[in-house]
Every structure is written in structure tokens, then in C-alpha cells.
């Protein structure tokens, strides 16, 4: 089992609130993802991390923002959540590049804004 | 075009049947290959890696062709707990995230 852990599981929140989704691990990787996945539709990425004070945006835009303070944790805000934010946010981390490493996935958040 | 493409699915087959998955890539410097499972709202999780020269992992067989940029997933024997979303997932695998995952293709398998 890949030691990555999304927090919360399901979050159902109003229109207009701050919300930050956890995502730490402990398996010393360096970079980190973050995934976000409509019902039955394909993975998108959203943003990324090459190590501590590294952050890029990904393919998909996003209105949400990360940080990268420390290596094992790498959370997601949504400073003024709307219902089209509403979907799963997966959370993944990898190793280095040279060991051929796959991507572990978190067990993901899944978000619905009212 | 895609970077990534594999076939529309979704797949149904009985018990028991052979399914194979075909998946291109786009980007020829692509350095690793993986194929993951998905199972309906669930995190994916890999299913095995591809390599050059071709591997196998019991009932699952995973074929890559650099040439052609093509990978193949082949299921023998199939069994009802093989019901998933199967995930081609390319690296471009230098420094960056590069982790490409297709679309997807569904599969069924029906008693």
C-alpha cells in the first residue's frame, strides 16, 4: 500500500468558503501532483511539484493554489469555492526519475460545493 | 491530437475471455510506460510496468513498441473482478511531472 493519505474523504461546503485539501506522504518523494477527475471522465492534472518551494500549474486551468513547504505535504486551496468546483480531487506523489518509479495516488477528496 | 490515446471503450466480455488494450503515445522522447486500474471511484492504481522487451504478471501481458509508440495490455482468462478502467499512463520522465495518463477504456466482464 502506497503511503499517501488525502484528508478529507468527502467534503460537502457552501458557496463562497475557503477550503484547503490535505495531501501528505511519507515516502520521501520529491515530486507531487494533484489530479482532478469528473465521474467516468478522464484524470486531468492540475498542479505539480518538483520539490519544496516548487510549484507549477498543470494541462487543466484551476482556480485552486498550492504550497510546498515541506517535502511530505503538498495541499490544495480553493479560496472562494463554487458548485463547478465540485469533482475529485486525487492527490499522487512519485519517486525519482532514475529509479523508473511509478505514481502512487492518495485515496482522494471527493469535493461538492452547494 | 492527444498525447496519450487508447481505445473508446467500454469492453464486454464473458468470464473467461482474452481482452487486449491498445494505447498510442504522441511524444517520442517518452521514457517509461505503465498501465494502471482504476475501479469506479477509486484512486488508480498501477497495474504493472512496460518494458522493452515485453512482460508479464500471470494473466496480464504488457507489450511496448518505441517504433510504432504503441502499448498493448492483454488480459487471458478473464475473471469478473477484472471489471475496471484501464489507464495507459506515459513519463516523460526527466525532471518534471511528466506523467501522461490517457483517457482510459472501460472493461467489463459480464457472467
Known amino acids: 500500500e502506497a503511503d499517501i493519505y488525502q484528508t478529507p474523504r468527502y467534503l460537502v461546503i457552501g458557496t463562497g468558503k475557503k477550503i484547503t485539501l490535505e495531501c501528505s506522504q511519507t515516502?520521501?518523494?520529491?515530486?507531487m501532483y494533484w489530479y482532478q477527475q469528473d465521474p467516468g471522465m478522464e484524470l486531468h492534472l492540475i498542479h505539480y511539484?518538483?520539490?519544496?518551494?516548487?510549484?507549477e500549474k498543470g494541462d487543466l486551468s484551476s482556480e485552486s493554489t498550492v504550497s510546498r513547504i515541506r517535502t511530505e505535504h503538498f495541499p490544495l486551496t480553493l479560496e472562494s469555492a463554487r458548485p463547478s468546483h465540485t469533482s475529485q480531487y486525487l492527490c499522487?506523489?512519485?519517486?525519482?526519475?532514475?529509479?523508473?518509479?511509478?505514481?502512487?495516488f492518495g485515496q482522494g477528496t471527493r469535493l461538492t460545493v452547494v | 491530437r492527444k498525447e496519450v490515446e487508447q481505445d473508446p471503450g467500454p469492453f464486454n466480455v464473458p468470464e473467461g475471455a482474452t481482452v487486449a488494450f491498445n494505447c498510442t503515445y504522441s511524444?517520442?522522447?517518452?521514457?517509461?510506460f505503465f498501465w494502471y486500474r482504476q475501479d469506479c471511484r477509486k484512486e488508480p492504481k498501477l497495474l504493472m510496468s512496460?518494458?522493452?522487451s515485453g512482460n508479464e504478471d500471470g494473466r496480464f501481458t504488457a507489450q511496448l513498441n518505441r517504433a510504432s509508440q504503441y502499448i498493448s495490455l492483454l488480459i487471458r482468462d478473464s475473471k469478473l473482478s477484472d471489471s475496471a478502467t484501464y489507464l495507459c499512463?506515459?513519463?516523460?520522465?526527466?525532471?518534471?511531472?511528466?506523467?501522461?495518463f490517457g483517457p482510459g477504456t472501460r472493461l467489463s466482464v459480464l457472467p
Open positions: 511539484s518538483y520539490g519544496v518551494n516548487s510549484t
Open positions: 499522487a506523489s512519485s519517486g525519482p526519475s532514475w529509479t523508473n518509479t511509478e505514481a502512487f
Open positions: 499512463v506515459v513519463n516523460l520522465d526527466n525532471y518534471g511531472q511528466n506523467f501522461v
Open positions: 515516502m520521501g518523494h520529491d515530486k
Open positions: 511524444n517520442s522522447a517518452s521514457q517509461s
Open positions: 512496460v518494458y522493452s
